[in-house]
């Protein structure tokens, strides 16, 4: 997915535009808008077609493209986090229509992080676990390649991607079925993840987790014909102050 800074929507696809309710109610604070769109967005509103409230969604098929309107809710009970979510939800609406490039006005929002957001919304939009499905060759799932935004810092967006990558790869090891994801193949992806990206990577095999006095382990292991590992990731940055540890088990 790639961004680049918004000057003109109308070479795009569509554009998204994220409302709250009080925004409904002041068009003239949205910036980047067209006399045009400015006319369109009141008659919806006035009509009531669109208030924005909280997880509505409304499409709007237009001359030179389409017109996606999400809503917010009420401007106390936003934050980063439903901006995130309604960006991803979105996107993905978008994508799966078709659409190639989508422009996105974010500035009104006044939230730090739009950047960051907008590139985990971005990573996360496309993400779907297809691989035991039949694929015909003419089926394209998902065309959204490009995104112009009011709000574009590159290498926050590019944090973002990031941010969404490492939840994409958890999440399809997760959809796998059991039979095809053991202890000892997690091991190995662990292995595989430390050697690309540098990390310290330990495995316990049954008998260091013996020798560790590990009973615990040992005893929901003790239920399968794959034996358990223990899985230690470590990454140790320059410079860094404290420690965080991330704790999480999983049988087969």
Same mark, same amino acid.
């Given at each position: 997915?790639?961004?680049?800074?918004?000057?003109?929507?109308?070479?795009?696809?569509? $554009? /998204?535009? =994220?409302?709250?309710? @009080?925004? &409904?109610?002041?068009?003239?604070?949205?910036?980047? %808008?067209?006399?045009? +769109? !400015?006319?369109?967005?009141?008659?919806?509103?006035?009509?009531?077609?669109?208030?924005?409230?909280?997880?509505?969604?409304?499409?709007?098929?237009?001359?030179?493209?389409?017109?996606? $309107? /999400?809503? =917010?809710?009420?401007? @106390?009970? &936003?934050?980063?986090?439903?901006?995130?979510?309604? %960006?991803?939800?979105? +996107? !993905?609406?978008?994508?799966?229509?078709?659409?190639?490039?989508?422009?996105?006005?974010?500035?009104?929002?006044?939230?730090?992080?739009?950047?960051?957001?907008?590139?985990?919304?971005?990573? /996360?939009?496309?993400?779907?676990?297809?691989?035991?499905?039949?694929?015909?060759?003419?089926?394209?799932?998902?065309?959204?390649?490009?995104?112009?935004?009011?709000?574009?810092?590159?290498?926050?967006?590019?944090?973002?991607?990031?941010?969404?990558?490492?939840?994409?790869?958890?999440?399809?090891?997760?959809?796998?079925?059991?039979?095809?994801?053991?202890?000892?193949?997690?091991?190995?992806?662990?292995?595989?993840?430390?050697?690309?990206?540098?990390?310290?990577?330990?495995?316990?095999?049954?008998?260091?987790?013996?020798?560790?006095?590990?009973?615990?382990?040992?005893?929901?292991?003790?239920?399968?014909?794959?034996?358990?590992?223990?899985?230690?990731?470590?990454?140790?940055?320059?410079?860094?102050?404290?420690?965080?540890?991330?704790?999480?088990?999983?049988?087969?």
């Amino acid at each position: 997915m790639q961004i680049k800074k918004l000057e003109n929507f109308q070479s795009s696809d569509s $554009l /998204l535009l =994220l409302l709250r309710e @009080e925004d &409904c109610e002041n068009l003239s604070s949205i910036p980047n %808008l067209n006399d045009e +769109l !400015r006319n369109i967005l009141s008659a919806l509103i006035s009509r009531k077609d669109f208030k924005g409230k909280k997880g509505s969604l409304l499409r709007v098929t237009l001359i030179e493209g389409n017109l996606y $309107l /999400l809503g =917010l809710g009420k401007t @106390e009970k &936003c934050n980063i986090k439903l901006i995130r979510n309604s %960006l991803a939800w979105g +996107l !993905r609406t978008i994508g799966k229509s078709r659409n190639k490039s989508a422009s996105v006005i974010l500035s009104h929002l006044n939230y730090d992080e739009l950047s960051f957001a907008l590139g985990e919304a971005a990573g /996360l939009c496309s993400y779907v676990f297809d691989a035991y499905k039949t694929k015909d060759k003419d089926y394209e799932p998902f065309a959204l390649t490009e995104i112009y935004s009011d709000v574009c810092e590159p290498e926050d967006f590019g944090r973002g991607i990031i941010f969404a990558n490492s939840q994409n790869f958890s999440r399809s090891i997760a959809n796998e079925p059991g039979c095809s994801v053991w202890p000892q193949v997690m091991a190995e992806k662990a292995e595989a993840l430390a050697k690309e990206y540098n990390l310290t990577c330990e495995i316990w095999d049954e008998n260091r987790l013996k020798a560790e006095r590990m009973g615990g382990i040992l005893a929901v292991g003790s239920g399968s014909k794959n034996p358990p590992r223990l899985i230690h990731l470590a990454y140790t940055p320059a410079n860094s102050k404290k420690k965080i540890a991330f704790v999480g088990s999983t049988g087969a």
